[in-house]
């Protein structure tokens, strides 16, 4: 064989097997989980409760970070400007990385292409729910009703997420919800408890719960497809609202580039940390289910998150980064 011939096929042998031996010794040092909202949620800890599993499987400590602004996008952003090593991951929702583009006003940002899903960890649905004062006890009778108040029904919104829903839900049942914004879900739910409002899109979560249990308010329905085990009453807003799912997802993103053989031993340090009983025991206990898929699942959740979000637009102002 013609010499040169010989080194140009080594070299490129060579160059095919960099990821494979990078990652046979991966991690040697502890990775960093990048979670875009602070301390304290459910979202919260469940990339700390993930951090913890993986670190038995990957055998390096993983380590979480709250980095916050910009309603995720200065986390994201990291992420996606990061070298493409295997230790630093993003986690946040699905439905943040497909706002990045509107957020931070940068059109470059490409939701499926920008970032290198790794997998999906947990699944949350929205609840709608209303103040006792409402005479409804389920979406139908709702809606007849709704139609009936002149001037639309007022439901409060606490980021864009929220003003999606209502604008996905006004226009596929035909009614009138109007938005009052407030600056986060604890002040929107206590003007939910307090009347100013008669609507909310909110998460399961523990307190939430009990007050419907106390009878405060009530579950109207869920943006999930199929009913909740976790949730009692309220049915799949989808038998009322044609094509209407929107589930919040967490997920776990590398940077962009990232070298399939350590996306997939990330992948199952995750698949086997979302296995433990403990983890979804704790989940549960927050509203949450495990929804363990692979990257494939998150791409095609984001892709039906950015046409979500495109119907929206169409028909209603979504504030963004305000």
């Known amino acids: 064989m013609n010499p040169i011939r010989r080194t140009l096929l080594a070299a490129a042998c060579a160059l095919t097997l960099v990821p494979a031996v990078h990652a046979q010794g991966y991690p040697d040092r502890p ?13 919260d800890a469940l990339t700390r409760l993930l951090a913890q599993h993986m670190s038995t499987s990957l055998g390096q400590p993983v380590v979480v970070e709250n980095r916050t602004g910009a309603s995720g996008g200065v986390g994201t952003m990291a992420v996606a400007r990061a070298d493409a090593d295997g230790y630093t991951f993003l986690l946040t929702t699905i439905t943040t990385v497909v706002q990045i583009p509107m957020v931070m006003r940068d059109d470059t940002f490409d939701p499926v292409k920008s970032l ?13 729910v209303a103040n006792q004062s409402v005479p409804a006890n389920d979406f139908p009778s709702f809606v007849e009703w709704s139609r009936k108040q002149p001037d639309g029904v007022h439901v409060a919104v606490s980021g864009p997420t929220l003003e999606v829903a209502s604008a996905l839900v006004n226009k596929g049942a035909n009614i009138k919800m109007v938005n009052v914004p407030y600056r986060g879900a604890a002040p929107a739910f206590q003007a939910l408890l307090s009347g100013e409002v008669k609507l909310y899109f909110t998460t399961p979560s523990a307190s939430t719960l009990e007050f419907v249990k106390q009878g405060k308010v009530k579950i109207l329905g869920i943006t999930s497809a199929e009913a909740s085990p976790l949730i009692t009453g309220g049915e799949p807003l989808i038998k009322h609202v044609p094509g209407y799912v929107q589930d919040i997802n967490f997920a776990v993103w590398g940077p ?16 086997t940390a979302m296995a433990v009983p403990e983890v979804k025991e704790r989940l549960n206990s927050m509203g949450m289910a495990p929804a363990y898929a692979d990257a494939a699942k998150v791409v095609k959740t984001t892709q039906h998150e950015a046409a979500n979000i495109k119907r929206a637009m169409e028909v209603a102002t979504i504030r963004y980064g305000q």
């Not at 990775?31 to 979202?43: D, E, L, R, S």
């Not at 290198?116 to 709608?128: C, G, H, K, Y």
């Open 256 to 271: 962009p580039g990232l070298p399939a053989p350590i996306v997939a031993k990330v992948n199952d340090a995750i698949r």
């Open 116 to 128: 290198t899903p790794v997998a999906n960890v947990s699944m949350q649905p929205l609840i709608l």
């Open 31 to 43: 990775v960093k989980i990048i979670y875009t909202y602070a301390a304290g949620g459910p979202g």
